[in-house]
């Protein structure tokens, strides 16, 4: 590991913009506001077919996978990239969850048993969850999968993505890291808040596991850690979008014969809300560097990131719907999804307020007596 401090790299190359661009233009053909919440109303929120687009088309899910195994032996950087613009469109496919969080987890593992899922994961044969809950943070212990007789017992609640995943890696109480097929478990849907990312409830009732690594916690740690860090970057770009819509909507519309927007007041929180997503790029830019060099402020990097962009992208959204008026209060405009995307994304891979205690353990800031 990189013990030597590294001054981190905030700006986009010219491979992330036109990476940027390429993933963009295919949203906006594949992902539009009316699809997304058409599909959020039906039984099947995930949309395969921007999953094939995204995977088999353009092979971003081994962004973060070796050449050798399959992947496009990219980063971080370019990862984050990426969930900035699923995180503009909402987008229902299951990125995060399976070609960051749990490959990730297999990255950590060393047997050909991971070498083979990692290999399915990045051509997106197979979409992968880590079988933990979903607020579940770095420092957490979410073991409680026991193996009696060879086969795994026991019931995990809130997975993300648990209804469209292939194979479920799960931690388990004698320490081990198991895949278990999702054929042998049985999956429960919650009523999810944010319908573009569904929960459920994982049930394990003598399924067998193939044992990854003796190490869960280690695996786990990791996985959840670049969960935690790249959410920023989704987050960032949700908050980006409401901002954008918003001061569109404002030069748009208009009351007592002048645009809405040139009023002070509105002004006023528009240049606030600028100032915070400029924050939040920042955090989430440097908490994916950090990731990508393997930096040694890299836990540092990630619990600010993840501190400062969870309340940030909540106040954007829930800005865009007062700016907007009437019609933000209603279902058929998209906001409400950007609002409670952000809301859902607060308490994901640990809350801001779990982050900050986690920030002020690495740098030693203890509280007052």
């Not at 979008?241 to 569109?248: D, H, I, Y």
């Not at 959204?317 to 906001?335: D, F, K, S």
Request: hydrophobic letters at 45%; one cysteine or more.
């Amino acid at each position: 590991m990189n013990s030597q401090p590294t001054q981190p790299d905030l700006l986009y190359s010219e491979e992330e913009e036109a990476l940027r661009a390429a993933v963009r233009d295919l949203l906006t053909d594949h992902c539009d506001p009316a699809g997304v919440l058409a599909r959020a109303e039906s039984d099947t929120p995930h949309d395969r077919a921007l999953w094939k687009a995204l995977t088999e088309g353009m092979g971003l899910a081994g962004l973060l996978v070796p050449e050798s195994l399959g992947g496009q032996g990219a980063s971080h950087r370019e990862t984050a990239v990426v969930l900035e613009e699923l995180g503009r469109a909402v987008a229902p496919v299951p990125y995060l969850t399976s070609a960051v969080v749990a490959t990730e987890a297999l990255l950590a593992c060393e047997d050909d048993e991971a070498a083979g899922l990692l290999a399915e994961l990045a051509s997106g044969r197979k979409v992968g969850a880590l079988a933990v809950g979903l607020s579940a943070g770095p420092t957490g212990t979410p073991g409680v999968v026991r193996k009696d007789g060879g086969l795994l017992h026991g019931e995990v609640t809130a997975v993300a993505d648990a209804a469209v995943a292939d194979v479920l890696l799960v931690p388990a109480e004698d320490g081990a890291l198991y895949a278990v097929d999702a054929a042998d478990v049985t999956v429960t849907p919650h009523v999810s808040f944010d319908l573009t990312r569904p929960l459920a409830a994982v049930t394990f009732d003598g399924a067998p596991g193939r044992r990854l690594t003796q190490d869960a916690g280690t695996a786990v740690r990791r996985a959840l850690r670049a969960g935690a860090g790249l959410l920023a970057s989704e987050q960032l770009g949700l908050a980006d979008w409401c901002l954008t819509e918003t001061v569109r909507y404002l030069k748009e519309r208009k009351q007592f014969n002048r645009p809405v927007g040139g009023f002070q007041a509105l002004k006023h929180r528009l240049a606030q809300m600028w100032l915070e997503v400029v924050g939040v790029r920042a955090a989430a830019r440097n908490a994916a560097d950090a990731l990508a060099t393997d930096s040694a402020d890299t836990d540092v990097a990630v619990a600010v990131a993840a501190a400062y962009a969870a309340p940030v992208a909540v106040h954007a959204a829930e800005e865009a719907v007062q700016l907007h008026g009437g019609i933000g209060m209603t279902w058929e405009h998209p906001v409400h999804l950007y609002l409670k995307r952000a809301k859902a994304d607060a308490t994901a891979y640990g809350s801001a307020g779990r982050h900050r205690a986690a920030l002020a353990e690495l740098v030693d800031l203890r509280p007052a007596l």
